[in-house]
């Protein structure tokens, strides 16, 4: 079962890797293309910023991607930026809106409003005359699901200078899985073939290190969880 999405006052606020997902940002940024596509099938326009913190670019690129394949206009700022400081140009578009963890709306309030997310989810279920669960399950289907988890790690002063090395290395291989990719946006990230990761962060006040994971199936991710551990102590 996937991750409950949930908005509040402040919009959607979520753990790494645990509730805020890859997955569960495609999820949430899908439906609200679909529903703005339905709403204005030419010439929609949205803003998609982000602040510096973790993966970021990374989301704000996803949703672009995602808004686009829905024949709708993203403006990706390319820098992070509050959202109080976008210039007035930028919010000529009547209904242009902007996503990052949250929802924001020209010549609203300039924090993120969950409560005006809300209400858009009511919208929602009275134009389509369908739950949000049922809606839900049907971009599932377009989608698929996937599971994630943060994990953390002490690590001892000999396990750390080991590990810190291989953070170096460019792996090609992980527990028998082939690495298509390696990124070091923010630490060590592997994905594989069939889409699933896993990314390690070394803590800068503690000996810990942070793993998240991410696979298609629960099975899938414990299977790569127990190899994330092992990766580290072998």
């Known amino acids: 079962m996937t991750t409950q999405i949930k908005f509040g006052t402040s919009g959607w606020r979520a753990v790494m890797a645990e509730e805020f997902t890859f997955a569960n940002v495609q999820r949430a940024v899908g439906g609200i293309a679909r529903y703005v596509a339905g709403q204005k099938s030419q010439g929609a326009r949205v803003i998609?910023?982000?602040?510096?913190?973790?993966?970021?670019?990374t989301f704000c690129s996803m949703a672009a991607e995602i808004l686009e394949a829905q024949g709708i206009t993203p403006v990706l700022l390319r820098n992070p930026l509050p959202l109080r400081l976008l210039p007035r140009p930028l919010f000529?578009?009547?209904?242009?809106?902007?996503?990052?963890?949250g929802l924001s709306i020209r010549q609203h309030v300039p924090e993120r409003d969950g409560v005006l997310a809300?209400?858009?989810?009511?919208?929602?279920?009275?134009?389509?005359?369908?739950?949000?669960?049922?809606?839900?399950?049907?971009?599932?289907?377009?989608?698929g699901s996937y599971y994630a988890q943060r994990e953390n790690f002490r690590l001892t002063p000999e396990v750390k200078e080991k590990f810190t090395g291989k953070l170096e290395s460019d792996p090609h291989?992980?527990?028998?899985?082939?690495?298509?990719e390696?990124?070091?946006?923010?630490?060590l990230k592997l994905v594989f073939e069939d889409g699933s990761w896993v990314c390690y962060r070394l803590s800068g006040t503690e000996p810990v290190v942070r793993v998240y994971s991410e696979a298609r199936s629960k099975p899938g991710l414990e299977q790569l969880s127990e190899a994330a551990k092992q990766w580290i102590f072998e």
């Open 173 to 180: 291989e992980f527990s028998g899985r082939k690495v298509a």
């Open 182 to 187: 390696v990124v070091r946006t923010d630490g």
């Open 92 to 101: 000529r578009p009547r209904r242009t809106a902007s996503l990052t963890s």
């Open 118 to 143: 809300g209400l858009l989810c009511c919208e929602m279920v009275a134009k389509r005359g369908r739950s949000l669960g049922e809606q839900l399950k049907e971009l599932c289907n377009q989608v």
């Open 48 to 57: 998609v910023g982000r602040d510096p913190r973790f993966l970021g670019e």
